[in-house]
């Protein structure tokens, strides 16, 4: 009887302790779980926050060049109307008749170049018209405006990779595109979009005066840090390579097949 | 034939329907499960035979024991995400067919004996793949609740039916010794139906969108 007693035992005990084993790592197994969704919605904010950060710094970047663009270029134009207008009171016919055809031409020059400006303070033109779309505007402008010569390269099919991170990618065109203009004095900007199914890069390259990256780092090199922040935020890695002298490229790789983890990717 | 070996297979024919039915929708781990059920039921039903006929299910039992071990580690061998982990796994499958040749022809003759050499083998690996999934589980945790997790299921059934086999195969000299046979043999059973519980529902709880969406 005894022997029986401690076979019961000795099964009952192997089964508590399987069931304990099992419980114990449900258990576990949840605190896990929500340690992870804590963290994820923690990521989650930080991207929001970082996100709206990247939209104001967009919005301002845009407005002082719209503010620029209109005293340099549109105040300009419609002043020299003014002044041709002013001198259509001559008796001279022809005179005249050129004045007011210089006008009109000018003037319709001015509708364009404003056309254009209404168009790049919106930023919802980046979702509607996708990354390539904006940036070929933007190199056309610059080139245009004649203050950098900017070429831009696209290869493989055009695939969307979410308005987050094209967002996020055009403001790291945009900064970069700041660097090469504010500190490295650069007169070519090149833009080359390579996608492919499995990796799309973005690599953006001047021809300024470059910087040690050693030096970059010490100095605080702020610019450069959030991109490579934002970069790993949309789950992309960015490699900035310069030396003095030589110019600066930064190349921005991710992989457009992770977009689900992003929101609206 | 005893009620008990009767409810195991109809248990058995249940759950094999169980993972035909909803074969398309498996992942490629719930496909080797739901045949290794398959092959489980086709040998009992063989050993059903072999013992009426010939008085004699060693042969089948030597069979079982080693393709059990090749579906349940090739199972694992799915499951595993470390490639250490499906290489040991992969050494594993070598191992104990070459333990198996040997046992069957050396130390426990193919048609004559119980293959206990064979299962307290696997059963022992069975122990520590188990542990290995669970950790690899609490490692990369899933969205989903967890007792929706079919994954779950398969390894908490695998853990319970190598551990509880194992005590049990242990003990058999002991039960022989004192005639507790019957226990032995409900306690099998028990065992047996209380592990395929368990992989039907792993079966049931088993699709490729839910791995998808996890």
């Not at chain 1, 992870?36 to 990521?43: F, L, S, V």
């Not at chain 1, 969307?160 to 660097?179: A, D, K, M, T, Y």
Request: proline share 3%; aromatic share 12%.
């Amino acid at each position: 009887m005894e022997k029986v007693k401690a076979l019961v035992y000795l099964t009952a005990g192997l089964f508590t302790l399987i069931s304990g084993f099992v419980i114990y790592f449900v258990v576990l197994y949840r605190n896990r779980q929500l340690k992870n969704k804590q963290e994820q919605e923690k990521q989650q904010s930080a991207f929001r926050q970082e996100l709206l950060k990247t939209r104001i710094e967009m919005q301002d970047q845009t407005l002082s060049r719209v503010s620029l663009e209109i005293h340099d270029n549109i105040t300009q134009v419609l002043s020299f109307v003014k002044l041709n207008l002013a001198l259509v009171n001559t008796p001279d016919e022809q005179q005249r008749t050129e004045k007011i055809a210089e006008s009109r031409e000018l003037v319709s020059q001015a509708i364009t170049d404003l056309r254009d400006l209404s168009k790049s303070l919106s930023l919802d033109h980046i979702t509607r018209q996708g990354l390539v779309k904006t940036i070929e505007a933007e190199a056309a402008r610059l080139t245009k405006s004649g203050v950098i010569k900017a070429d831009l390269a696209t290869t493989g099919e055009i695939i969307p990779l979410g308005e987050q991170r094209e967002l996020v990618l055009f403001r790291i065109f945009q900064e970069s595109i700041n660097n090469a203009l504010k500190h490295a004095n650069a007169t070519d900007f090149k833009i080359v979009l390579q996608y492919i199914p499995e990796m799309f890069t973005l690599t953006l390259e001047d021809n300024g005066s470059g910087f040690s990256p050693a030096a970059a780092s010490k100095g605080g090199g702020s610019g450069l840090k959030n991109i490579e922040n934002r970069a790993a935020l949309i789950g992309a890695v960015a490699e900035i390579t310069s030396a003095p002298d030589r110019g600066c490229r930064i190349k921005v790789s991710l992989n457009p097949k992770t977009k689900d983890q992003y929101p609206n990717g | 034939m005893p009620v008990v070996v009767i409810i195991y297979l109809l248990l058995l024919l249940s759950v094999s329907i169980v993972g035909m039915v909803r074969y398309n929708t498996l992942t490629v781990y719930g496909k080797v499960l739901a045949w290794s059920v398959v092959m489980v039921f086709v040998c009992n039903i063989s050993n059903k035979f072999f013992s009426a006929l010939y008085h004699n299910n060693a042969p089948i039992l030597h069979t079982e024991s080693i393709l059990e071990f090749i579906f349940y580690s090739a199972i694992y061998f799915c499951l595993f995400k470390n490639k250490v982990t499906k290489v040991a796994v992969v050494a594993s499958i070598i191992a104990v067919t070459l333990f198996f040749c040997y046992n069957a022809i050396v130390l426990q003759p193919f048609g004559a004996v119980f293959p206990t050499n064979i299962y307290l083998a696997t059963l022992s690996l069975f122990t520590i793949f188990s542990l290995l999934l669970f950790r690899q589980m609490l490692l990369y945790p899933l969205k989903i609740n967890i007792v929706k997790q079919s994954v779950f299921w398969f390894n908490t059934a695998m853990l319970f039916y190598a551990t509880t086999m194992f005590f049990n195969l242990g003990m058999t000299n002991y039960y022989s010794q004192h005639n507790w046979d019957n226990f032995i043999y409900y306690f099998w059973y028990f065992i047996l139906c209380v592990f395929h519980i368990m992989i039907g529902i792993a079966l049931l709880n088993d699709s490729q969108q839910v791995q998808l969406d996890s």
